[in-house]
C-alpha cells in the first residue's frame, strides 16, 4: 500500500471498557479532514505493550502519519513510549532535556524515580515546544505520541497539524428518492470508470426524511466531481434527485 | 493470544471522512461492556477489501466473537461479506432462502440483479431471524456481519447478544488528591502482584476538579478488588482518597 495519508492508534483500557467515551478519535478525524489529510484508518486498542507494537507497525507501513493517543505517563499502565521503541527497533533512552525540564517542574519538591519516566523515549525522539504546556509534543519521525486527556490531546495535536500540509478535498452530496438497489448499476459503472472519485452510498430507513440515499461524490479535483455527478444524474429520472449540496 | 472476549469493525469510509460520527463502535463498547463480555479492540477502517480481510483474519485470532458495522448492502462500496468470505478462506455464494425473502419483499415490482446482491453470503453463514426487521442477521460462526446504520446495528446486535453470555466486572473507582508520579510506585507494585485485577490510572488536569487521578480497580472477582483496594490503600496516606466511589 501506498505511504501517504495518516494512522491513527487509541491506547485506551478505559475506552474499550466504556469507562470513558473516546473524544481524540473523533476529534482527530474531524481535524485531519478540514486539512485535508487522508486517514486510514482509527484502532483502539488495550494498553498492552504486544498490541500495541502490532499496531504501530501495521500503521506505519500502510500511512506516513501515525498517531497514538495515550498511554504517555508515569505509571504502570503508560507503556506507550516502550512499544513504540520495540515496534520501531530502536533502545528506549532518557532525553537529558527532558530530565531538567522535570527537575525545573519539581522546584523544591523531591523528583521521584516514576516522575523521570516521563523522560524516556525511543531513541532519535525530537521535541516540539508546546505553548501553554511544560510538557513537549513526544515525535519520532512521522509518528506523533500525544497525550490520552483530552484536552492536552487537543493543544498537542494542533501543535503537531501546524507543521503537516493536505490537500483539501471536493465533496458534492446528493439526495435520492429511490432505493439503493436501484441505485446500484448507475453507481457501480461510474465508480468503476472514474477510480480516482470516492463514490459513496449511504441510505436511511427513516420515513420522516425526504430522502432514502445520500450519495457522495469526492475528490481533490472539482472537475473530476462535477464530471462524475454529472455521469450519475444523466444515469437517473430528474425527479430521482431530491436536492444537491 | 487466547481467543476470548470480542474484536469490533467499523468499515466506514464515511467516518474516517468526517462525514458522519460512528455511533456503533461506542454503542457496542457499552452494551458489550454490560454483558461482561471483553473487548479486545476497535478498529475503524476504509471500505477496502485488503483492508477488511486483513482486520477480519486479526480479529479472529485475537477474540473469539468479531463483530463487524457496515459495508452491508447492494451497492458497489459494499465489500464486507466479499471480504469476509475471503478472510474465511470460503467462497461467497448466493443464499436462497435470502433470494426468497427478497423476492417476497419487492411484490409486483421487478427484482434488479443488484438487489439480490443481497442474498450473498460466505459459505456456511446462518442467518438469525430479526424481529422487526425483513432483513435477518448474517453470521459465519461467531462473526456477526451487522448493518452500518445505527438503528439497524442496534437491533440486530441485540438478536446476537441475546446468545452470548459473559461475566460482569467488578469495578471500584478511587479519586486521588495526588499526582500520578507520587501514586506510581504503589500501584506499580500491586498491578504486578495482582495481575489477575486491572488496575488503571487516569490524571485529570483541571483545577475545578476535587482529585487529580483517578484509580480503577477491576476483576470478575469481587475479592481480588477489595484485596487489591485494600493494598493500594495501604500505600498512602489517609488523606490522599478524596473519596471511593
Chains 1, 2 share one sequence.
Do not use: C
Amino acid at each position: 500500500m501506498e505511504r501517504t495519508g495518516a494512522a491513527a492508534i487509541i491506547i485506551g483500557n478505559e475506552v474499550l471498557t466504556a469507562k470513558v467515551k473516546d473524544e481524540n478519535g473523533p476529534h482527530l478525524i474531524q481535524r485531519l479532514r478540514e486539512l485535508g489529510i487522508p486517514l486510514v484508518s482509527v484502532e483502539t486498542i488495550l494498553d498492552d505493550v504486544d498490541a500495541i507494537v502490532d499496531a504501530v507497525a501495521r500503521a506505519r507501513r500502510k500511512a506516513r502519519y501515525v498517531f497514538t493517543s495515550g498511554g504517555i505517563g508515569p505509571t504502570h499502565d503508560d507503556v506507550t513510549v516502550r512499544a513504540v521503541a520495540l515496534a520501531l527497533g530502536r533502545p528506549v533512552v532518557r532525553l537529558p532535556e527532558m530530565v531538567s525540564a522535570i527537575q525545573a517542574r519539581a522546584g523544591t519538591s523531591p523528583v521521584t524515580p516514576e516522575s523521570l519516566r516521563l523522560a524516556d523515549a525511543p531513541e532519535g525522539a525530537v521535541l516540539l515546544a508546546q505553548p501553554g504546556m511544560w510538557f513537549p509534543v513526544l515525535t519520532v519521525g512521522d509518528l506523533f505520541l500525544l497525550p490520552g486527556v483530552p484536552q492536552l490531546f487537543r493543544l498537542q495535536l494542533e501543535t503537531v497539524l501546524s507543521r503537516l500540509s493536505g490537500t483539501p478535498v471536493h465533496l458534492v452530496n446528493l439526495y435520492f428518492n429511490l432505493g439503493e438497489s436501484a441505485l446500484a448499476a448507475v453507481l457501480d459503472r461510474v465508480a468503476l470508470d472514474m477510480p480516482h472519485v470516492a463514490i459513496g452510498s449511504y441510505p436511511v430507513f427513516d420515513a420522516a426524511m425526504d430522502y432514502r440515499v445520500k450519495v457522495t461524490v469526492e475528490a481533490p479535483e472539482r472537475a473530476h466531481v462535477d464530471d462524475a455527478v454529472g455521469r450519475l444524474l444523466a444515469g437517473f429520472p430528474a425527479d430521482a434527485l431530491v436536492r444537491r449540496g
